[in-house]
């Protein structure tokens, strides 16, 4: 048989073929009036989907080159911030702060659990002088949404900034940046936004441009200041990922198109098929919080989890992903996000039960699809 | 009239159809031996480019991160420097080091002026302390070549290391990185290296990682031991600008088949050729030292400079490059870098008879093309 590849990761996820054809097209120079038309186009749509009236910049980066922008940019060595860190993505905000001589009081949560506002509210009572809190909206390695409304409601009592990696989550599921009092939002490329990995996004509040004037920490590519003195003439310190810059014009296109409003309901279905599908075949959830990202399944016991998602990858071309770090082999990972349909996640399922049935589980073949299914069709409009 | 766009500026440069046409490709995840297989034969053919035994590291970023990885992962707060300053990106690198606390010795060159080893082994004598020295193998700015190889020879003979910004000039002008004793090599993606903009490589001497142990500065994105770590697991600490990567491959492929010699001698016929042209037109170099890449040229006087460069972009589409900075409206630089053949030359040439002639410049019409053509045909194999 042709076996067709099929990408079902959280990032990078599928990318719309007009959008990829866009990157064929011949390379424009970034100091024309041609290029700042359609940087300044990405610039508007990129505040569509942050929800912000602040300027959003574009690095040429990971999403990581973001998330560092933000701490490089906010702090001074010794200031002492809250890292909640729920996982992989949760524990780099810890990361990055440390390599920066950054004081952190690291909330370690199990993979998975929530983390209250009210929780918040007693960390900061208990820690004053804090200076930056850092969330994470979808944490990728879980599968966790966390309550970033709620820190936002928290902070606004508070001197103290809300910092949120968006990476994963941001147009995807609602996270209004102005409405929720996000001081620092961050996302990333090829998440919803629908284009190759290689840009990331970052904005800042008015709150937090004050952390910016104080701060003494070293940067330069990474210099938010540099970044907001071009955008007003239109344009990027430094060379930008042109040919990504122009995907993601055509790929807000789409974005505005359908509208925000419309695509967090398109991620909810999606994620209501995928967890009902998993359900049906009697499979565990690892989040208590599951969010409409991504959905992360624990291996059932007995069944060998490496292999699963070996299989799946390589015997099925089903691009799904594992678990990382402590969650190696015990949890697999199947995505719902940015461009794509409700079959595609009919094919994880199908997959999942073939593969399923050639590891020995006992279940019903067909159970998740006949789930999965219902949740489509009842939605399908 | 149907008015074609030329790309004639040093970066971005054209890129070839079938390198173009691989970032339409659909996009595949970026932990799959696929993926790590195409990345290896990048990391093999960028050792080929630098001409080094060492490893060779992709970011996603500009050449402006590549330049901060190198000053991040060397120094620590105090550490003093060397800097050989002769235009705006020879000034870069004292900018990030003084954003990083570094203590530079910038040496302040006219735009155009050589520098030689024997006033290097002057500044060092007077500086017995410097821990390395900031040098530019192609100075975009002025289009001057400096003498790379006579720096390493000099610091042979010292603990400082060699740092060399070789962004648009690596790959077209030999500088082989191990040979010459350059212990820190930044290049970019979209100068002679054939793609679109977004990626930056870099490689690092024994030497140079000797200082890497010892280095204090904060770095996270930019750690040059986590992609050290991570290329010996065929991978980058952080997802990569995967569709640039896999264009990065083709034009490899392109490069290799060509070899570094035929390359060399490719960019110097286009120089020469250029030279040559706009010599024949009563025009002045800019440079004492002009390099293979970009031909720097003196507005003439009583000719609007400012003009001239609209003209020649807007009016015939023929896009070179103004002049920066103090220069700005005072020369013109014609690139020939990178995916260009012998009548792009002639392209840029007549665009510049054209543009002069409405200009009301005094000159014998078609005197450039006759000079540039000479040169071509000679060569022409």
Redesign the interface.
């Known amino acids: 048989m042709i076996k067709k ?1 099929y ?1 079902l ?1 959280p ?5 719309p073929d007009n959008v ?2 866009a ?8 100091r ?1 009036p041609e290029f700042s038309d359609i940087f300044m186009k990405v610039s508007e749509g990129l505040k569509y989907v942050f929800e912000t009236e602040q300027d959003v910049f574009v690095l ?6 973001a998330m ?1 922008t933000a ?2 940019n906010i702090l001074c060595p010794g200031d002492k911030v809250i890292n909640i860190n729920g996982g992989k993505f949760g524990e780099r905000w810890g ?2 702060c440390r ?3 950054v004081d952190v009081r690291e909330i370690v949560l199990e993979w998975g659990d929530p983390f209250t506002k009210e929780q918040l509210a007693e960390e900061l009572k208990a820690n004053p002088e804090t200076k930056a809190v850092f969330a994470t909206l979808s944490e990728t390695s879980s599968g966790t949404i966390y309550d970033i409304q709620g820190y936002g409601e928290v902070l606004t009592e508070s001197d103290a900034i809300l910092v949120v990696d968006g990476i994963s989550g941001l147009g995807a599921t609602p996270c209004p940046m102005d409405e929720w009092n996000v001081d620092i939002m961050v996302a ?1 490329s ?1 998440k919803s936004f629908m284009i ?3 840009l990331a996004y970052i904005s800042f509040s008015l709150k937090a441009w004050n952390l910016v004037e104080k701060s003494t ?7 938010a200041k540099q970044y907001r003195k071009n955008l007003k003439k239109s344009t990027t ?8 810059i122009i995907q993601q014009k055509n790929a807000l296109d789409i974005i505005k198109n359908l509208g925000l409003e419309k695509l967090f309901e398109h991620h909810r279905i999606l994620g209501d098929a995928t967890r009902d599908g998993v359900k049906a075949l009697g499979l565990k959830l690892l989040s208590k919080r599951p969010g409409n990202i991504l959905t992360a399944v624990k291996v059932p016991e007995g069944i060998d989890g490496l292999k699963l998602v070996k299989t799946m ?1 390589g015997k099925y071309r089903a ?1 799904i992903a594992g678990g990382q770090d402590p969650y190696k082999g015990k949890i697999f990972r199947i995505a719902h996000l940015g461009y794509m349909g409700g079959f595609d996640i009919i094919i994880a399922l199908t997959a999942l039960e073939m593969t399923l049935s050639e590891l020995g589980f006992d279940f019903e073949r067909g159970s998740s699809i006949k789930a999965a299914e219902t949740i489509l069709k009842e939605n399908w409009e």
Do not use: R
């Open positions: 590849y990408l990761s990032g990078p996820t599928p990318v990829l054809s990157a064929a097209e011949p390379i424009i120079h970034h024309t040429t980066s990971s999403g990581t080159g560092e701490v490089a990361k990055i390599a920066y001589g990333g090829q190759p990995p290689g920490l070293p940067k330069f590519y990474f210099d310190p430094y060379t930008p990922a042109i040919s990504l990858q691009y």
